[in-house]
């Protein structure tokens, strides 16, 4: 008895975990470049309940032991690097990734991160930035009063000076590794390396496998909300049958212990 009720509530605190993720795919459909997240679950334990040769009524034909499961466990939130649709905005600043890739940006505390959002803006020293000041890694830098910003395909970067000459301001180049989905998600859009990430390596856009650079583009969120909508639904309703298992199981322990001789 006591193994069921275990069993029911592994079952509801896992599928109440995936409901927590599938939410937070939902609430970050329109953030650029968000990159969804699935649920795996996995069993937990066996235990072996009648052995080979013991004195008792088999169950099983093939003389078989007979194991008894103790529930279901989360094993993972794995990260989806599928490739979001792009929408057009217009605006010289934004940068969208048309395959595989990252940009590189490095954080306050030196720390190197990476992103698949687009929205950079120049800070008062030329340097480009994310929306929330963090410089990207690429040694490019924007001299005052340039105007009309232009990066190709193959990530190079040009700019317009006070004469009308197009001048050339430097190259963006971006990084992959061997395991997107083991980097780890920080907020604000950006990832960390970890040992699950494997190998990373740069090149220019187009080259060694990775994508091209889109201006005037942004990714956006590769989360499409039928998916999740049919998703949550499975796990409201497994949540719930577990629920009710609980409630059987919870039901027949109380008459067991209210019997009377």
Known sequence: ML???NSSASGINAHAKK????????ANINTTGYKKQAVSFSELYYRQTVGP????????????????????RVAGAEKN??????????????????GEGLFEVMLPTGELAYTRDGVFKIDENGWITTAQGYRLTAPIMVPENYRELKINVSGEVTGKNLEGEIEELGSLFLVSFTNQEGLESIGENLFIATEASGDIWEAMPGEEGLGQIRQGFLESSNVFL??????????????QLNSRALQAADEMWAMANNLRR
């Open 226 to 239: 039928a998916e999740e909508i049919t998703n949550l639904i499975e796990a409201q309703r497994a949540y």
């Open 81 to 98: 690097f599928e490739q979001g649709p792009l929408v057009q905005t217009g605006r010289d600043m934004d940068f969208a990734i048309q």
């Open 53 to 72: 040769g013991a004195p008792v009524a088999r169950t099983s034909t093939n003389n078989s032991p007979i194991l008894e499961g103790s529930g279901v």
């Open 19 to 26: 409901v927590d993720v599938i939410a937070h795919n939902i």
């Open 3 to 5: 193994r069921s009720i």
